[in-house]
């Protein structure tokens, strides 16, 4: 089960909404945001665990490839909300990125929460 989570989104709506579904959804959520990937990465600098990135917006297809580095280290997953939803793993770090479709909506988001869940306990 995911329990440490970094959001990424410019748009403060849709970043406060992301948080609060989170929240909503895991118990303890220990939750991080930032709006840019040059704050989320200043972010990731200072810690020594997380689970998931979640991308939206205009970071959903951005170039995260000085993000990756950190996730390799963190163990960390990406979910991005994008119009590409394949499934991919960087073959340079190992990271696993999920995708769901944009726009989100709430039911998507904890539904890929509850799968990820159902995996982790088999």
Known sequence: ?????????????????LTNLIESLVA??????????TDAISLLAERDRLE??????AYSSADTSALQSELARL???VLRITDDVA?????????????IMAPFTNDAVAEFLRSARRSDAD
Request: cysteine-free; proline content about 2%; hydrophobic content about 50%.
């Open 1 to 17: 089960m995911f329990k440490s989570f970094l959001v990424v989104e410019s748009d403060p709506f849709i970043r406060t909404d």
């Open 28 to 37: 303890g959520a220990d939750l991080i945001v930032a709006a840019t990937l």
């Open 52 to 57: 998931l990135v979640v991308l939206s917006g």
């Open 75 to 77: 163990g960390a997953a």
């Open 87 to 99: 499934k991919t793993v960087d073959a340079s770090t190992g990271v696993i990125e999920h995708r």
